[in-house]
């Protein structure tokens, strides 16, 4: 074979490859029209924060850390902040010495930023009192220094099981009430 006859079938082996691969591109990158009208870009968050920390102090005293695995901020439909996998929380006293733990594997902060709302398994840990209450939801008003939660509440503190309606504190979980307080149980552990 010449070297010009050479040239010229290995001219057409790319052209045709190349021809090949935007095919298969083609093909493969088609787009159904009715998906993308279901697509709504919404949906996206503005801003993905992984492994966060967020410090709250006032007049310079440590008042809260809060450890979020992902934090998604979105402003459309409406501004929201969302910590999909949860969240846990360690509340301090004046001094630097902690009060109080919450931990919850869902939590939304809605416009504003002054109510957050915390679900599933919510767990609160009095570290003063060894208190512990399970709740399903809680809400944290932030502007009045509450939480609270309309729904049934379980507290144990020791071999102790206290049930209520609802519960409701400050925000520094020093001033814990369970509403409606019942069903007091003392139980002994079998060795």
């Given at each position: 074979?010449?070297?010009?006859?050479?040239?010229?079938?290995?001219?057409?082996?790319r052209n045709g490859a190349l021809a090949l691969f935007l095919i298969c591109c083609i093909a493969a990158c088609g787009n159904?029209?009715?998906?993308?009208?279901?697509?709504?870009?919404?949906?996206?968050?503005?801003?993905?924060?992984?492994?966060?920390?967020?410090?709250?102090?006032?007049?310079?005293?440590?008042?809260?850390?809060?450890?979020?695995?992902?934090?998604?901020?979105?402003?459309k439909p409406e501004s929201k902040t969302i910590y999909r996998e949860g969240i846990f929380a360690r509340f301090f006293d004046?001094?630097?010495?902690?009060?109080?733990?919450?931990?919850?594997?869902?939590?939304?902060?809605?416009?504003?930023?002054?109510?957050?709302?915390?679900?599933?398994?919510?767990?609160?840990?009095?570290?003063?009192?060894?208190?512990?209450?399970?709740?399903?939801?809680?809400?944290?008003?932030?502007?009045?220094?509450?939480?609270?939660?309309?729904?049934?509440?379980?507290?144990?503190?020791?071999?102790?099981?206290?049930?209520?309606?609802?519960?409701?504190?400050?925000?520094?979980?020093?001033?814990?009430?369970?509403?409606?307080?019942?069903?007091?149980?003392?139980?002994?552990?079998?060795?």
């Amino acid at each position: 074979m010449s070297s010009s006859l050479i040239r010229q079938t290995t001219r057409q082996i790319r052209n045709g490859a190349l021809a090949l691969f935007l095919i298969c591109c083609i093909a493969a990158c088609g787009n159904d029209i009715e998906k993308l009208k279901d697509f709504e870009p919404h949906e996206l968050p503005d801003n993905t924060i992984r492994q966060a920390r967020i410090q709250r102090s006032e007049r310079g005293k440590l008042q809260m850390l809060m450890w979020a695995p992902i934090i998604e901020q979105y402003s459309k439909p409406e501004s929201k902040t969302i910590y999909r996998e949860g969240i846990f929380a360690r509340f301090f006293d004046g001094y630097n010495k902690p009060t109080a733990t919450l931990k919850a594997r869902y939590a939304e902060t809605r416009q504003g930023g002054d109510i957050t709302l915390v679900k599933d398994s919510v767990v609160i840990v009095d570290l003063q009192r060894g208190d512990t209450v399970y709740l399903q939801d809680l809400t944290w008003d932030q502007m009045a220094h509450r939480v609270y939660s309309p729904n049934p509440v379980r507290s144990k503190n020791g071999q102790r099981v206290t049930y209520g309606d609802s519960f409701e504190s400050d925000d520094a979980f020093k001033t814990p009430v369970i509403i409606h307080q019942r069903g007091t149980l003392e139980w002994t552990e079998e060795e």
